[in-house]
């Protein structure tokens, strides 16, 4: 944890695509356990926020601290393994591996992590039965409905057991009974395990679920109860 009681902060990142300014002074924190959705208009820095709190891209100033380091101190190995080991992922359409099954695809975060493919394969198995898609294990993703796909996608970033979930848009390429769905059985998930959820939306019906708001608009995130 750091020293504010936080799992994951940053304090006023800056990050521009040549003269385009992504973000311009965000900043953020999330407890464990904690829900927070990340809003704000297509474009505002959202997806670059995300990405520089789960240490994929870098920004060009600011701090990101995560459990007391800062992920700037970190060396690339370092940080790849954070990534492997206490982050997990959920993406708009789930991408997940379409050559592996949907077992394996939710078993390779922890063969990756040096689980042996038997126990690996029995961990996953368990999750695609919490996530209620326990009958199309053996199929590959481009054989199952998009709805199915985002929950083995849900299910593989759960199976490694993460300290904090990112999740972009998890549902944005669903219908909305199919996002609730999703979203009741994230959310359950995380509180269940005390994992922190970064989760960006646009979608309101989507940030119902968490603990807190932050509104991103033009690269500055801020606590929605600070709006004016
Ligand atoms: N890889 C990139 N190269 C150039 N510009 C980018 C890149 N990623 C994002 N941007 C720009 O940065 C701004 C913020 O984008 P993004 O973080 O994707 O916003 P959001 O997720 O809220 O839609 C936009 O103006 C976008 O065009
Ligand atoms: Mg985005």
Partial sequence: MNPDGSLLSARDLRKSYGSTPALDGASFSVHPGEVVAVMGPSGSGKSTLLHCLAGIITPDSGTITYAGRELSAMSDAERSALRRGDFGFVFQFGQLVPELTCVENVALPLRLNGVRRKDAERTARGWLERLEVDGIGGQRPGEVSGGQGQRVAVARALAASPKVIFADEPT???DSLNGERVMELLTEAA???????????HEARVAAYSD?????????????????
């Fill in 172 to 174: 944005g390429a669903l």
């Fill in 191 to 201: 509180r269940s395990s005390n994992v922190a959820v970064v989760l960006v939306t």
């Fill in 212 to 228: 807190r708001d932050v509104t991103v608009r033009d690269g500055r995130a801020r606590d929605a109860e600070y709006i004016a």
